[in-house]
C-alpha cells in the first residue's frame, strides 16, 4: 500500500513537519511505502509533483492536510491517470467529510441541525422554532476563537444573523466549504477542564482505533463500544467519527470525517496505528479474494 503524505513547502523530498511522527512510523513498517507530494503548491493551482517519481502504481491511502471536495476530485483524478487509486473516491470522500451528506445516517445520533447550501436564504424563523441555542459552522467545521461567538440563543433577527453569517465566512476564508450548517448547541460533560470525547478510525467496516480525542484524563468514563460499532458501515472505505459525552451522560456522535484529513489524537501511537491498518488491510484483501473464488 502507498501512503501519500505533504511534503515541507520549500522542499519536496522533505516531509511536511506536522507529519513526521506518522512518516517515520509508516517508515519502519516494510508494508508501506511513502510519497510526497507538493500539497501547498497543489491546492494553489500548481500541477501535482511528486517525490520519488518513480513509485509504483496501486492502491494509496493519502493522510495529510484537508482537501476541499473539489480539490480532492482533482487529486484523485490526477493520481488515477498516473495508476495510483486513492482508498476513498470523491464520493466516498464527501460522504464523510460534508456533514449534510451524513446527517441523515446519524439520524437522533447526533444534535439537531438545519442546512443550507450557500447563497439559499436562511429561514431565521424555522430557526427559532428549532433551536433554543444552536451554533455556526460549513458542512465541514466550525470556527474558533477570533471572537466569534461559541453558540447563539434564540429568538434571532436575520438583521443580526446576517453580519455574523459574513463574518463566518470571513473568517474560514479559503477553506469554507459547502454552504452553513446551523447546529444545536448541547452541554457536555466536564471533568475539570476537560470534555470527554473519542475519535474513531474505520477501515473497510472495520474498527480500526479509538483513542481519548480532548485531553481528558483516563479516569473518564469510556464510550460504549457497542454504540461505536453502530457506525462500522457508513458509505465510506476510511473515516472517522468523533464521539462525545453529554452532561446528562449520554452518549452522541459529533462530527464525522475522511480517514485521510483526520488527525491521529492527541498522544495516540503512531506505530501501533499503522501496525493496526497494516493488519485490518489484511483482513480485507484475504476477505475480497475468498469472495471473489465463491
Not at 517515520?24 to 516494510?30: L, T
Not at 429568538?155 to 446551523?182: D, K, Q
Not at 475539570?192 to 477501515?203: K, P, V
Request: negative net charge.
Amino acid at each position: 500500500m502507498l501512503i501519500l503524505l505533504p511534503s515541507e513547502y520549500y522542499c519536496i523530498e522533505k516531509i511536511e513537519p506536522d507529519y513526521v511522527t506518522e512518516y517515520e512510523a509508516i517508515c519502519n513498517i516494510p508494508e508501506f511505502k511513502t510519497i510526497l507530494y507538493n500539497y501547498d503548491g497543489f491546492v494553489a493551482g500548481d500541477k501535482l509533483k511528486t517525490h520519488p517519481s518513480d513509485y509504483y502504481t496501486g492502491d494509496c491511502i493519502y493522510r495529510g492536510w484537508m482537501l476541499t471536495p473539489e480539490q480532492y476530485s482533482l487529486l484523485y483524478n490526477t493520481l488515477s491517470d498516473r495508476g495510483i487509486t486513492l482508498i476513498n473516491s470523491p464520493y466516498e470522500y464527501n460522504a464523510c467529510h460534508l456533514f449534510p451528506s451524513v446527517r441523515d445516517t446519524l439520524g437522533n445520533h447526533t444534535p439537531t441541525s438545519l442546512c443550507f447550501e450557500h447563497g439559499e436564504d436562511i429561514d431565521w424563523d424555522l430557526v427559532n422554532s428549532t433551536f433554543s441555542r444552536f451554533f455556526i459552522k460549513d458542512y465541514v467545521k466550525s470556527v474558533k476563537g477570533h471572537g466569534f461567538p461559541d453558540f447563539f440563543e434564540t429568538p434571532v433577527t436575520s438583521e443580526i444573523m446576517s453580519a455574523h453569517i459574513s463574518s463566518f465566512i470571513e473568517l474560514r476564508g479559503n477553506l469554507y466549504t459547502g454552504g452553513i450548517v446551523l447546529k444545536e448547541y448541547v452541554d457536555l460533560m466536564r471533568y475539570g477542564s476537560f470534555t470527554n470525547e473519542y475519535r474513531a478510525f474505520y477501515l473497510f467496516r472495520e474498527l480500526l482505533s479509538l483513542c481519548r480525542n480532548s485531553n481528558q484524563p483516563d479516569s473518564c468514563a469510556a464510550v460504549p463500544l457497542d454504540f461505536v460499532k453502530r457506525f462500522a458501515d457508513l458509505p465510506s472505505n476510511y473515516y472517522t467519527v468523533d464521539f462525545a459525552e453529554l452532561a446528562d451522560g449520554r452518549w452522541i456522535v459529533i462530527e464525522t470525517g475522511d480517514g485521510q484529513v483526520s488527525g491521529l489524537s492527541p498522544n495516540q501511537f503512531a506505530f501501533k496505528y499503522y501496525d493496526d491498518m497494516k493488519t485490518v488491510l489484511r483482513h480485507s484483501k484475504i476477505a475480497n479474494q475468498d469472495a471473489n473464488c465463491k
